[in-house]
């Protein structure tokens, strides 16, 4: 009697252990899914952002090779694909994505600034007109204000501008924009201003800094502004500034700016003594 309880409970004791497994077997494989799909959206996010653009595009190529329904997937390569330069190519993948029943604002915001990377700007201007007013990003005005720039509708540019401006940490990509727009419509003053705002933003943004000169110049402002720059810079920039003096017939002026280019450069400076050498020639 006493053998039979012991088996009974030894008996008792394998089913439970048995039944535990069955049951924690489906949960660990389970847990194991979704630490997979966790690490699955952190490398895509890391592939459209960190990574190298083309290694970025081949992943999501492979990942879409076997899994081809997945949009997630396909907005991904499209990202990578104008990260590695190729807008061209990413202008075929955003067109399988604006028409996807899950297109969002984002996408078509997105397909608007690969279709201006290669000056489609009618069709980006259609894509924008198709976001919804409420939907309001940086990236959206900025974009629409580049838009309304190549229209010449620059009330509409300036605003856009503005509000581009405000909706960012780092204004100085968008402010250069602005000012460079102005630089085209001939308003240097204003052009200066807005250049050397994106300046404080980014002492590091020689486009603005070039823009800036050009801005000054063109006011016959023949002196370098007071901002933070190197030695190589100095001289880029007074060869820029000579450049525009003699566009603008000031050919004294131009030859003494290129002789101080070629002084201030750290390195032989071939294009100011190129420059300088077709100036004294002619």
Known sequence: ??????????????????????????????AIDS???IDSANLTDIMMTVADPNEAVNYFQRSLQKEPDRI???RGLAKSLIRA?????A??????????K???SQDRVNFAGALIRTNEWKRAEAQLNKVPPTYETYQRYRLAAMIADSNKAWKKSDSFYEIAAGMTTKPAGVLNNWGYSKLTRGDFAAAEKLFLEAISYDKKMFTAKNNLVLARASQRKYTLPVIQLTQTERA???????????KQGDVDI??????????????????????????NNS
């Open 1 to 30: 009697m006493r053998l039979f309880s012991v088996a009974t409970i030894g008996l008792a004791a394998v089913l439970a252990l048995s039944s535990c497994a069955k049951l924690k077997k489906p949960s660990v494989e389970k």
């Open 35 to 37: 630490v997979n799909v």
């Open 72 to 74: 997630d997937f396909t």
């Open 85 to 89: 330069g190729r807008a061209s190519e």
């Open 91 to 100: 202008m075929v993948v955003y067109e399988k994505i604006v028409a996807d």
């Open 102 to 104: 899950t297109v969002t």
């Open 236 to 246: 880029k920039l007074l060869h820029t500034m000579a450049i525009s003096a003699i």
């Open 254 to 279: 131009a030859r003494g700016l290129l002789a101080d280019a070629i002084d201030t450069s750290p390195r032989y400076f071939d294009a100011a003594v190129r420059t300088l050498a077709a100036l």
